[in-house]
């Protein structure tokens, strides 16, 4: 959601010409959060405005989540006219609405992003059974979701899975292994 507000000071003329000089505007640059943001991972949110404060003050910014005070995990860093969370581990209860107030001279806009963070779930199967991986993701507009598979750990390695005879992706976002082998063990992310 975008706040767009601009501010006239009118006076008149003997003439009712009216003479308007635009006192600025203060424009938060909208900002988004990765959209496949795993349970564990860091998550970086940075608010600015669109141009610095013409009247020369100092923007004060202002941080929610879904409206109330951001979670004591959540670290808020303000230098000058930027201002940054940052989530370290981030976990699925982070899940949210974040919006960014600024006000300056008398100004004031504020913009909210979605933040969707996803949690692993084991899935023990033993070999030559049928099995299907939902994926939690939602979101609006409704997120492309694409599978990856890594056999190693940590986030190094991982490969995109694609429709074949073994893998379907059906539109719901699932991933239906139609016969597990032993090489489809591994870590899968949505
Ligand atoms: C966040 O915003 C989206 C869209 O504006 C809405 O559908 C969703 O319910 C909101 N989530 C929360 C936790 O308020
Ligand atoms: C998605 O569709 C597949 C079949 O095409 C089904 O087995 C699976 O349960 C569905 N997943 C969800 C979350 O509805």
Redesign the pocket.
């Known amino acids: 959601m975008m706040i767009y507000r601009s501010e006239f000071i009118c006076g008149f003329l003997l003439t009712s010409v009216i003479l308007c000089t635009s006192k600025g505007i203060l424009e938060i640059q909208p900002f988004f959060f990765p959209q496949s943001i795993m349970e564990g991972d860091r998550v970086l949110g940075a608010c600015t405005t669109k141009s610095g404060d013409k009247s020369g003050g100092q923007p004060s910014f202002k941080w929610s989540k879904d409206g109330n005070d951001l979670s004591t995990r959540t670290q808020v860093k303000t230098f000058g006219d930027f201002s940054t969370i940052v989530i370290d581990p981030v976990s699925e209860e982070d899940s949210g609405n974040y919006t960014c107030s600024v006000t300056s001279g008398g100004l004031h806009d504020s913009f909210t992003a979605q933040l969707t963070v996803m949690a692993p779930s084991d899935v023990n199967s033993f070999s030559g059974e049928f099995l ?1 991986i ?2 939690k993701a939602s979101g609006k507009p409704v997120p492309t979701i694409s599978w990856m598979k890594s056999e190693g750990k940590g986030i190094d390695g991982y490969v995109a899975i694609s429709e074949s005879e073994m893998h ?1 992706l ?5 991933l ?1 292994i139609e016969s597990v082998r032993k090489s489809d063990e591994g870590i899968y992310q949505c």
């Open positions: 299907v939902n994926c379907r059906p539109q719901n976002g699932s239906v």
